[in-house]
């Protein structure tokens, strides 16, 4: 039998790296055996060729293979009392669905479409940068603290879609989650999107940015899409917290007013504009 044999790194080589000693038989491999090293066995015709220094065949990164794009296209046409929502609202959700027909994938690191992809802050960066909101931050955590500061930050502790604290989430806003990575930034804000509003056909909360697996009608999206906004199960004990929808904000920065005489309707979506949200809960407070 043959094996290949991998031992510690030796005086002058780079630290911690392995080096490769190369194939032996089963005699000179008991000789190795027997002085201080670091053995691997890897058997010859199984997984040789991952280890192999020239072999080309295995050799691509798992990081740099990218999963096919699989996204559900989306137009304002298909949202509920889309006409209700103020003139700003409009044009921000046209501004990202035509972003749902172009085939993007999800693509960590990017917040350009000519990259074929975007990730998830960096589309929400794209799209706001796109409406003239040129001091958003790039990052899904530093979109959170630029949401706070202005004081447009709706916190959410259930984990029910009917709770009240979701009462005045409207279409165009920011959602923030935590967890759906491992991440060293504080705060450790990890996702964020923009709430559409509810679907036409069946009144499903849908809402638009980019993810890689993230699910509309029951299937698994990948890249820049519509999805389907539901509020994550918690995970069993010892799994940790997992992903977690911490809340949502209105979009600093973005210009609410009521649709205008002559537009389509007459009243914008109820707590749609800050004001509308302040006296909201100035009333519920009383």
Request: proline residues 7%.
């Amino acid at each position: 039998m043959v094996f290949s044999v991998i031992t510690d790194c030796p005086a002058g080589c780079e630290q911690g790296a392995p080096r490769w000693i190369g194939e032996t038989d089963q005699a000179k491999m008991m000789a190795v055996m027997t002085k201080p090293a670091l053995v691997v066995l890897v058997m010859m015709g199984w997984a040789g060729g991952l280890l192999a220094e020239n072999d080309s065949k295995n050799s691509e990164p798992a990081e740099e293979k990218e999963m096919a794009t699989v996204v559900t296209p989306l137009d304002s046409s298909d949202l509920r009392d889309f006409e209700k929502n103020s003139p700003a609202v409009r044009a921000l959700i046209e501004k990202c669905l035509p972003l749902t027909h172009q085939n993007l994938g999800y693509k960590y690191g990017s917040s350009s479409p000519s990259d074929g992809g975007m990730d998830c802050s960096g589309t929400i960066f794209y799209v706001l940068r796109q409406m003239g909101i040129d001091d958003v931050p790039r990052t899904a955590s530093d979109q959170y603290v630029w949401a706070r500061k202005a004081d447009n930050f709706e916190a959410v502790v259930s984990r029910k879609k009917d709770s009240f604290e979701l009462d005045e989430l409207a279409p165009g806003d920011l959602l923030f989650w935590t967890g759906t990575y491992t991440t060293e930034r504080d705060p450790p804000v990890t996702h964020t999107m923009i709430y559409l509003g509810k679907l036409k056909s069946d009144g499903r909360q849908v809402m638009f940015g980019s993810s890689d697996g993230r699910t509309y009608g029951g299937r698994k999206m990948y890249g820049v899409s519509v999805f389907d906004f539901t509020i994550p199960k918690p995970k069993d004990k010892g799994q940790g917290p997992g992903s977690v929808f911490i809340g949502y904000a209105t979009i600093p920065g973005l210009v609410h007013s009521a649709p205008t005489d002559h537009e389509a309707s007459p009243t914008p979506a109820p707590h749609s504009t800050p004001e509308a949200k302040k006296k909201h809960k100035e009333k519920a407070e009383d």
